[in-house]
């Protein structure tokens, strides 16, 4: 579905992403985890068109994304922080992006979830970071869009919120779609991902399945798993 | 793009420094008209202060707003729209309530007032600066990804417009006045757009003095409609390059 | 007693006789003369040629002896550019209601369209002149009327001539004339004790009306507009300018009104308005400028620094670019209770005067006098920054120049 070939970018001096290649599927909830730094965020925001590569090309569905926005209408994406106009009001932003995408809401599980019709009238700058998380992950599902890129979902989310938000999505990758996800909270990357996706320095350093990372490492959490990776890794390296 | 804009607007009208801005233009040109006996005199006043206000407030009012509504373009980027149409959608929303603001601010008094061709051309040229401004403004704004960079840049672009250049160019003529130096002089002047504006203006008012000395050969180059028509054809310039450029950086910007 | 009655009886039989002797004769296609030329050798003094209407080719008639010239219906005396058209030697002689047209055009001579030449007391009224090299010319002659005539020049750059011209005049009288497209407007050479009013002189290449060396002189309620400049006085005394408007004389030498080394003379009631300078002073001494209107004018006085004791007072000076520009740090003039609306100062007592001096002379003003091309900085906010710094630390324009007492309101007319 998306397809990433020698994807390159640096910012001056600093290379972010040095060649990266790899493919995503339908039906996947893929991981992308790394240290801070490690690009992550820049390919996320790379296959948003966000950001704007000096080398390589993304796919999707086939299609090359630098030449048509039109892919956008089958991605929800929810940012790591959702900033939105401060003036506008909650039920002005649900009404403006219906606009924008010229298309109706799909799918309001996500908005009654989370109790928002009852705060349309507040504007967005009187919010909590908790509630701009919730607007900002009823949004990603709103138009039901095939692809869902979630950028640190649950953080900052209240306990029961964060509940909902990974039956969501667990709902979500039952219907067979591709979910790209990050998040630093490894219980829950090992609840919701069935593949990780690992970046260093620019680079992929691996891209198991989360059965397959457990077995090579025989460690049962993945925390631990991805540690003794690294380090088996460091050491066949050293020597 | 079109949406974009209304979604500006939307925001805009509530901007407390628009408002201001807009109820300042409305007090000042009604007094200037009020007060003067002469309304040409007024407009001279006039003059002076919008050659000054409308650059100085479209620079420091488009930097702010583009950079305090950078979520929103994020927000807008990671939809299916087109990056030229996003840019163009926000400066026909920042640029069109500015030149609401003029329309209010001064074209209303000049109705109730002074409705000649005078004023009118100021008013005009208002709305040129207006758009010029703006479109510098973006480009900053868009060039530069500090927000204190970007308004630094703005105010120094306003303050080189405004005040350094016109010094240079009296350096040059204090250095070099042995020479013949009117069509120097000119063609100096057309770059700088806050000149070219006043020089529009300026052929209306000070037409007996622009007939005497050097000034006729300004009057007869630029006084005449061919001369009018390459003006405002050098402010649209000034108006739609920054726009283009802007435009191409901002495609290749990341967010 | 007796002796009396007679002696009147006598004079009037006397009277009665030269009127008998008056005789009409008649010019006209197809009257008993059928040119003007037969008319003129067939009358004698005091007689009337009544001209009817027609074209009558006139090669420069001359009159030679006193008598009235009339037009009925406006006759058309052509000279069809090969001389002058008419040459008045004698005194006593009217002109009156004529088309004169298409004088001989060259430099080598003064062609006229009316030559007055050594002669006293003529009239010349009503009459039209077009297409004349020099328009009415006189020359060493006295007690003149010129009244209500019509002059259109050539109107060329080069080959054009001076609508009224005078040399070596006395006395005088030019009124209700309209002068058009000549080279000066009216021309005054040693022209004393005249008296120019009411006339409109206008699109004249030179000057609307030019004084050389012709004292006590003075012209009221005449307007020139759109002439190379409006009016040049030029080394004479005692000229009386009053209720003149001098507009849109524009140009880049061009002024409302030239003063050139003269001296003792009053400037009152005047309006200049829209001129590239209203009133340039050069050389000028003793002159009263008051009560007159200055009107978007360029540079509304510019007065240089050879003039001393002029004296401004009670004048408006609106809307122009500059209100006065000078030459030097001398000055020896002085300008008090005038009208100034690029004043700023303030009027605490409430008497109408502004309790601080305005000073009309601008920095930027000054900077122009070296650096002409910096004309196009006007009104920036660099020569508007200029020019109020050195409002408040006077350093290169002169101290001394200032109204004491500037008015706060207008004063109205």
């Known amino acids: 579905m998306i397809e990433i070939n020698q994807l390159r970018k640096s910012f001056g001096k600093l290379d972010v992403l040095k060649g990266i290649s790899t493919t995503f599927e339908p039906g996947q909830v893929i991981s992308i985890l790394g240290p801070n730094a490690s690009g992550k965020t820049t390919l996320i925001k790379s296959i948003l068109g966000m950001v704007i590569p000096d080398s390589g090309t993304i796919l999707f569905e086939g299609k090359d994304t630098s030449i048509d926005p039109y892919y956008k209408k089958k991605i929800g994406y929810m940012p790591q922080i959702g900033r939105y106009p401060d003036n506008m009001k909650i039920g002005q932003l649900f009404e403006m992006m219906k606009d924008i995408r010229q298309e109706k809401a799909h799918d309001e599980e996500l908005l009654h979830q989370f109790d928002l019709p009852s705060m349309f009238n507040k504007p967005m700058r009187t919010l909590s970071g908790g509630t701009r998380q919730k607007v900002s992950a009823a949004l990603a599902c709103l138009f039901n869009p095939p692809v869902l890129i979630l950028d640190e979902p649950t953080a900052g989310l209240d306990p029961v919120a964060a509940e909902i938000l990974k039956a969501k999505i667990h709902k979500e990758k039952e219907k067979g779609k591709l979910i790209l996800l990050t998040s630093h909270i490894m219980s829950e990357v090992d609840e919701l991902a069935d593949q990780i996706l690992y970046m260093m320095e620019g680079q992929i350093k691996f891209n198991y399945t989360i059965a397959d990372l457990k077995d090579i490492t025989g460690e049962n959490k993945l925390g631990k798993a991805i540690m003794e990776y690294l380090k088996a890794e460091t050491y066949v390296e050293s020597n | 793009m079109l949406k974009v804009t209304k979604y500006v607007l939307h925001d805009i009208v509530r901007n407390k420094i628009l408002i201001a801005y807009t109820v300042f233009l409305f007090v000042l040109s009604c007094c200037m008209f009020y007060l003067d006996e002469n309304p040409d005199k007024a407009v001279s006043s006039l003059l002076t202060i919008i050659n000054i206000i409308v650059p100085l407030v479209s620079m420091i009012f488009t930097t702010s707003y583009f950079y305090n509504s950078y979520e929103f373009i994020e927000l807008l980027v990671a939809q299916p729209l087109k990056r030229t149409n996003i840019l163009l959608g926000e400066y026909i929303g920042i640029a069109g309530s500015l030149t609401v603001a003029l329309i209010i601010g001064l074209g209303i008094p000049i109705c109730m007032y002074a409705l000649n061709p005078l004023a009118l051309t100021l008013f005009y040229t208002g709305i040129l600066l207006s758009l010029i401004f703006t479109s510098l403004a973006f480009l900053c704004s868009v060039a530069t990804r500090d927000k204190a960079k970007g308004m630094g840049l703005s105010l120094l672009i306003w303050f080189f417009f405004s005040v350094i250049y016109d010094g240079l160019i009296l350096g040059i003529l204090y250095s070099f006045s042995d020479y013949p130096l009117e069509k120097t002089v000119l063609v100096l002047t057309a770059f700088n757009p806050i000149d070219l504006g006043r020089i529009i203006v300026m052929l209306q008012m000070d037409v007996s003095a622009l007939m005497g000395y050097t000034g006729a050969l300004y009057k007869t180059i630029l006084g005449t409609n061919w001369g009018l028509f390459i003006s405002v054809a050098i402010l649209l310039v000034w108006f739609i390059v920054p726009l283009l450029i802007c435009v191409k950086i901002f495609k290749k910007k990341n967010l | ?413």
């Open chain 3, 1 to 413: 007693m007796a002796r009396k009655i007679v002696f009147l009886f006598i004079l009037l039989i006397a009277q009665c006789s030269i009127a008998l002797a008056q005789q009409k004769l008649i010019v006209g296609p197809k009257e008993k003369y059928t040119t003007i030329e037969k008319a003129l050798a067939a009358s004698k003094n005091g007689d009337e040629i009544i001209v009817k209407k027609g074209i009558y080719t006139s090669l420069n008639i001359t009159i030679n002896k006193s008598i009235t010239l009339t037009g009925q219906g406006q006759p058309v005396l052509d000279g069809k550019g090969k001389d002058e058209v008419l040459t008045i030697l004698v005194n006593g002689v009217t002109v009156n209601g004529f088309i004169i047209k298409n004088t001989n055009i060259g430099s080598s001579k003064d062609y006229a369209g009316i030559r007055v030449f050594k002669a006293n007391n003529v009239k010349i009224i009503n009459n039209t002149l077009q297409n004349t090299f020099f328009g009415i010319y006189l020359s060493d002659a006295d007690d003149i009327l010129v009244k209500n005539n019509k002059l259109t020049g050539t109107g060329h750059p080069t080959q054009s001539g001076n609508g009224i011209h005078l040399w070596q005049c006395n006395r005088i009288k030019i009124e209700n004339n309209t002068i058009r497209r000549h080279r000066d407007g009216i021309y005054f050479e040693f022209a004393k004790q005249s008296l120019i009013q009411n006339n409109l002189s206008e699109q004249n290449n030179r000057y609307g009306l030019h004084f050389m060396f012709s004292d006590d002189d003075k012209y009221i309620d005449n307007t020139f507009r759109n002439n190379g400049s409006g009016v040049a006085v030029m080394y004479t005394k005692r000229i009386t300018m009053l209720k003149n408007v001098f507009e849109k004389n524009t140009g880049s030498s061009s002024y409302g009104l030239l003063l050139k080394d003269i001296s003792d003379s009053r400037i009152e009631h005047n309006k200049f308005s829209l001129n590239t300078t209203g009133i340039y002073f050069e050389g000028c001494s003793r002159i009263n400028v008051t009560n007159n209107d200055f009107l978007q004018n360029g540079w509304a006085i510019r007065l240089l620094a050879n003039c001393e004791s002029d004296h401004f007072e009670n004048n408006n000076f609106k809307g122009n670019t500059f209100d006065l520009s000078t030459n030097g740090t001398h000055f020896q003039n002085k300008f008090i209770n005038n009208y100034w609306d690029k004043y700023e100062g303030y009027d605490m007592d409430r008497n109408k005067i502004g309790d601080v001096p305005y000073r009309p002379v601008s920095l930027y003003s000054q900077v122009l006098e070296k650096m002409p091309y910096a004309v196009m900085l006007m009104r920036s906010l660099m020569v508007n920054l200029l020019d109020k710094a050195e409002k408040a630390i006077p350093s290169i324009t002169p101290e001394i120049i200032k109204d004491e007492q500037p008015r706060i309101q207008s004063i109205a007319r």
